[in-house]
């Protein structure tokens, strides 16, 4: 990708494509600074957790780095978990089973 910006930089020179080529490399500059902050911030996370299952017998990643990549997919969407068996205590009741009174 960098290689392609460093060839638009021969493209300003070109009275149409000049400011095209300006914001394009702004707007990379600015993905990369967001992709920075997100990465720090889901890496933090991903720590925050191993941290609070130190000790436990069920850990939900093994390891940092799968924690990372685990945390990234359920940021972006994809949300896949297996259902929850080892609960504590009653489940919350849903719309579905409230009571109805007439």
Known sequence: MFVWLFLLNFGRGFKSLGRF??????MAVDMINWVIVF????LGFAIAFEVLYVGK???PFGSVGIGWFTLTKWTLGEVRTPPHTHTHGP???TATTWPTHR
Not at 21 to 26: A, F, K
């Open 21 to 26: 080529i300006l914001l394009t490399e702004r």
């Open 39 to 42: 990465a720090v911030q889901v």
């Open 91 to 93: 489940l919350p009741r």
């Open 57 to 59: 017998d069920s850990i």
